[in-house]
């Protein structure tokens, strides 16, 4: 990412993987790829603009054959957001791998790392990312497609280090007895690979397309919540954000919430006027509110005032959108975690800004929030800041909703 550490034994390790001939896995056969070639641009969930990535050499993938004989084809791609370090590494890789350009020496590296972190708050992020496709056939026998994708928030060089970790710790509490050189694919298991990242900011997203897949278009929810997060969610929970699932008990047709919160505005003329334009909610200690969800409409009722949005998700984050898309928000979805790992809730971090279509960065707004679950799992304890690093803070609001039965 942007700000990750980048000693020169990290890059020295990096550059000589350019260029270097690996085995790829596609429609069945190994074929070959070359590191850092074979640009492209692709969207990542979390992220509202797209990376471009490059090939990956994955460990003992020649293996994978044997392991997964029902897997036909394995795409692994990363990269960092500055798009300048991308480029010259391709160059590089494609120097090399023409052996122009055979050993690079560590002036060259320091070089590259200099002009690569100028770069970086030019046109970078804090986000790195990777991702891993998988294409075959499932337990059943039928077609299926996996994506699973990481982003890391300047801790990315850790990512290579969690698998090692894990064997260490099960190897000292005698939990795994094996000896000598072998795969490791069956040591340890992807949850446990995730439960290493708490406290890390790292993060991972997995989408599981098949036939039956809703679209992005017709339940944006579906696609940003995730496998991994939306599986934890507390069923009736679930069906509010995503009414089209079915649900055992009496929720049915058009999901509504209703609940207190306490609304406040910003002082000063400012943030009140901005918050003005945007029809924000005026201040109460303890205003009624009621949501209902019409398809990927929400119709928020803040006591007299009304609040109308619109979803969708688009180039990786839950795209949320005002007055005919006049401002919209980006948000990723993030599991909440508490005692033994369960999970509390998600948080709404806002990762892009929007007015008429076009990012606007460098307003500075924000609108980042969380959603905790009640115990009962029919209802949460919500609270969003809307902000602007210029007017500080326009409205927030926190309290209780439950939901309702549709003829409530």
Known sequence: GKVSPEGISTLQSFFHTCGQRFSGFEKGK??????????????????????????CDVPELSLFPKLYPSLETVAVNAGVESTFFMYITSLIASLRKN????????NVIGFVSSISRISKYITGSKFSAMSIHLKGKDK???????????????????????????IASLLASGKLNVKGARSCHDLFTLDQVVQEFAGLNIHTHVIKS?????TKEEYPWYHGFGDNLRRQIPPRILFFHEPYKSCEDDVIGSP??????????????????????????????????????RGREWLRRFGKDYLVSRWDYKDGVMR??????????????????????????????????????????????TADGATLFHADGKGWYVCVCATSKYVGKMVSYMGHVRLVAVDE
């Open 320 to 365: 949320e959108n005002f007055h005919w898309g006049m401002i919209s928000f980006g948000f990723q979805l993030l599991p909440v975690y508490g005692r033994n790992n369960r999970l509390k809730g998600f948080a709404h971090v806002c990762r892009q800004v929007w007015i008429f279509r076009i990012p606007v960065p460098f307003l500075g707004m």
């Open 140 to 166: 059943d026998n039928n077609d299926a497609d996996v994506l699973w994708s990481l982003h890391a928030e300047t801790d990315g060089p850790k990512v290579a280090a969690i698998p090692v970790a894990i």
């Open 256 to 293: 509504k919430c209703i609940g207190t919160l306490k609304v406040e505005r910003g002082i000063g003329l400012l943030p009140n006027l901005a918050a003005d334009i945007g029809f924000l909610p005026k201040s109460h200690p303890a205003t009624e509110v009621k949501v209902e969800v």
């Open 210 to 214: 098949d036939a039956m897949t809703p």
């Open 30 to 55: 190994l074929v070959n790829r070359f590191g850092s070639l074979n640009l492209r641009r692709k969207v990542f969930w979390g992220i509202p603009n797209k990376r471009v990535v490059s090939d």
């Open 99 to 106: 052996n122009i350009f055979p050993e690079i020496s560590k």
